[in-house]
């Protein structure tokens, strides 16, 4: 058999170069680790309680969640932040080589366990449950480089436009936004006339909560109707308020000879955002800061790929005097 490749270098070279395209073709299908898992698999659990204190989060929130979720199937530790702008984050760790999907179930069922305790603004907010891993894959700052848009306006259009894109990408887990909130109608209230009127703080809330929401105003000519009617029309209200001129004239109180206290009367009203503790910025300029993390187990620098990809195709439709830059880039040492 020697003899015969010996006297035929070329069907040699031939069946050489098959055997090695064959090899390529099967390695680029098989599933290669060159490291096996050492990091434990983590599920981060978060929520806000609005306006309350690190203090407040700890007694109402953290502690009636971590109480239950404490001892959770395979779970080794856990670490909770509370902060004072009201936020809850409790990573918790299983054991290295846990199935991370049962362990986001796990943990999720124990979350269940806890949400009766929880104060009712906390339960409106609702209470996250996702895998996630310890560091952010990718940081990026949107910037507006001449000063035109301010961290509101900047963070605002990162939500509306940027989150929801990236978070669709295969293998991005989480996305974070920092420097920036919602917007917001911001009710300053006059202590000095809500005391002179005997207007309290609940009967204020209960007024916007009352007049400020979308209800259904039903139909005409809507079945069972009369005979001969042959059309059914919906009715369409107004719905929310939009503006301070329309959340100012909300009514808090109707006295007995007729006149009226109105929300403007009692209160300073501006269109702004819900929180105010944290600003964003670059190169100590204005900008919205995205934290990407990506699902513990997929590939990172492919996500990391799609992601820079996804951005350079959003940034074509950004505003003028708006860009986009990766300020951390934690690939770049594998690369």
Do not use: C
Not at 138 to 154: A, E, V, W
Not at 228 to 242: A, F, N
Not at 259 to 281: C, F, H, P
């Amino acid at each position: 058999m020697a003899r015969f490749f010996v006297n035929r270098p070329i069907v040699a070279m031939v069946i050489s170069i098959i055997t090695v395209i064959v090899g390529l073709v099967a390695m680029s299908g098989l599933p290669i680790a060159q490291y096996p898992e050492v990091v434990p698999p983590m599920v981060q659990i978060t929520t806000t309680f609005v306006g309350a204190s690190a203090t407040d989060v700890e007694a109402s929130v953290a502690t009636p969640i971590e109480q239950k979720v404490n001892g959770v199937e395979k779970g080794i530790y856990m670490k909770s932040t509370n902060a004072n702008d009201g936020t809850l984050t409790l990573k918790v760790s299983f054991e290295v080589g846990s199935n991370l999907d049962m362990d986001n179930v796990l943990a999720q069922n124990r979350v269940s366990e806890a949400t009766p305790m929880l104060p009712q603004s906390v339960k409106n907010y609702g209470v996250a449950v996702k895998k996630a891993l310890p560091f952010p894959l990718l940081i990026i700052s949107i910037k507006s480089p001449k000063g035109t848009y301010d961290n509101n306006f900047l963070s605002n259009y990162a939500t509306i436009n940027i989150n929801d894109a990236v978070a669709r990408i295969p293998g991005v887990g989480q996305i974070n936004l920092f420097g920036g909130s919602d917007y917001a109608m911001r009710v300053w209230l006059r202590p000095d006339r809500i005391a002179k009127l005997g207007i309290t703080v609940p009967d204020i809330v209960n007024a916007i909560n009352q007049q400020n929401q979308i209800s259904p105003a039903g139909q005409i000519g809507g079945p069972p109707a009369v005979p001969g009617t042959e059309y059914t029309y919906t009715v369409k209200t107004k719905g929310r308020l939009l503006n301070e001129e329309e959340f100012g004239d909300i009514v808090v109180r109707s006295n007995p000879d007729g006149s009226q206290v109105l929300l403007k009367d009692v209160a300073r009203l501006e269109l702004g955002t819900m929180l105010y503790n944290s600003i964003g910025r670059h190169n100590s300029g204005p900008a919205a800061v995205i934290a990407v993390f990506q699902i513990p187990g997929t590939n990172a620098l492919q996500v990391a790929e799609s992601i820079k990809k996804t951005m350079d195709e959003l940034s074509q439709r950004f505003p003028r005097d708006m860009e986009y830059l990766i300020s951390l880039d934690t690939t770049l040492p594998v690369a």
